[in-house]
Nanobody, 123 residues
């Protein structure tokens, strides 16, 4: 098991910023591919950003490219999602996910999940 805990969500106005954090207790994340997904009411969970265990390679959904940045600090056992220029359509519950394999954008493949943190962007 890889217990993940997200934090940093909240209410922000359009154009604002938030930084989400994902932490693991009792297990190091350094060897895992990490990703952020989100799910808005009535919609399917969708990929937001992913980062390889090395921290060098990243990928982003087209909808967030240039606005969001994923990073990791293996020393602190944390993964971050810096969200800038937020839009109302970014409103969703954001989930941190981890797996020893790179499943890319396919959320159904990831084995480990946090409980989610709500992000609400007002217009």
């Amino acid at each position: 098991q890889v217990p993940l805990v997200e934090s940093g969500g909240g209410l922000v106005q359009a154009g604002g910023s938030l930084r989400l954090s994902c932490a693991a207790s009792g297990r190091t994340l350094s060897s895992y591919t990490m990703a952020w997904f989100r799910q808005a009411p009535g919609k399917e969970r969708e990929f937001v950003a992913g980062i390889w265990s090395s921290g060098i390679n990243t990928r982003y959904a087209d909808s967030v490219k240039g606005r969001f940045t994923i990073s990791r600090d293996n020393g602190k056992n944390r993964v971050y999602l810096q969200m800038d220029s937020l839009k109302p359509e970014d409103t969703a519950v954001y989930y941190c996910a981890a797996d020893q394999y790179d499943y890319g954008t396919n959320w159904k493949k990831y084995n480990y999940w946090g409980q989610g943190t709500q992000v609400t962007v007002s217009s």
